[in-house]
């Protein structure tokens, strides 16, 4: 499709690679994105841990790379005492483009809410980053029919009372939690199905333009054998993707996948 909006295709390390890791990972990723120019209309960002985001950052900067560097999650203070935590204000400092929250790992094993999560988005765009705003629904959701309407209601958490240009600029990842690192991969008709309804729902609370103009990613056990379908999907805008991402050559191979 000649119209549609950027495509973002995001690795998320989780709590993978060290920074000697981390570094060798970038490396062979380097090569491999310098061997031919990223198909037109693909952006790619790279979430490593917090460990590595500097290791990350030069080795990106100094080669040239067309690769954003993103986080995995941030605290919604600029500062304090919040031990363990890192800040937007703090990743921006590092170039940080995008920044993941509310994903569904932090929301089970952290306990984060989508008040949580608000206020995260908050920080984010204050420091002037993109957020990544996960949200997608359990298994018991989907079969009891209430997917689209949890999924709504994560977005209008994140989203209501923001401006229609501010919601244009953020990225919204539908990760089904069924789907996440087991294999399951949503069919193409249902991720199109739900990222279309997250369309909606932008639209609803923020107007047509911002509709149009935000990109939402499906997660999910993405592969090389599914992206390009995925990607294909008219409200498909770009894919999050997990354990494929620790493999350049397949990660590449889904950030070239044809639509
Ligand atoms: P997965 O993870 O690709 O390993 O399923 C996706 C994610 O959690 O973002």
């Known amino acids: 499709m000649t119209d549609k909006r950027t495509a973002l295709v995001s690795g998320n390390w989780k709590m993978h690679e060290n920074h000697f890791e981390a570094l060798k990972l970038v490396q062979e990723l380097a090569a491999l994105v310098r ?74 094993h952290c306990g984060e809410t989508d008040v949580d999560v608000r206020r995260k988005v908050d920080a984010i765009l204050a420091h002037g980053m993109h957020p990544v705003i996960c949200v997608g629904e359990t298994l018991d959701e989907r079969v009891a029919g209430d997917a689209a309407h949890r999924v709504r209601e994560q977005v209008s958490a994140a989203l209501s009372g923001r401006s229609g240009e501010v919601v244009g600029g953020v990225v919204v990842a539908y990760e089904p939690i069924w789907a996440i690192g087991t294999g399951e991969t949503a069919s193409v008709d249902d991720a199109e199905q739900m990222c279309a309804t997250i369309r909606e729902e932008v639209g609803r609370l923020a107007g047509a333009g911002a509709a149009a103009a935000v990109r939402v ?22 894919l999050l993707v997990g354990g494929a991402s620790l493999d350049a050559e397949r990660f590449v191979a889904i950030v070239r996948a044809r639509a």
């Open 35 to 108: 061997a031919a120019a990223l198909p037109e209309g693909r952006e790619v960002s790279i979430h490593p841990p917090f460990t590595s985001i500097r290791t990350v950052q030069t080795a990106v900067e100094t080669d040239h790379l067309p690769i954003a560097l993103g986080a995995q999650n941030c605290h919604h203070e600029d500062r304090g005492a919040f031990t363990g935590e890192v800040s937007a204000e703090m990743l921006a400092k590092l170039n940080v483009a995008y920044v993941i929250t509310g994903h569904s790992e932090r929301r089970t």
């Open 217 to 238: 990613q499906y997660g999910g056990s993405v592969t090389p054998e599914s992206a390009g379908a995925l990607l294909a999907a008219p409200n498909v805008d770009g």
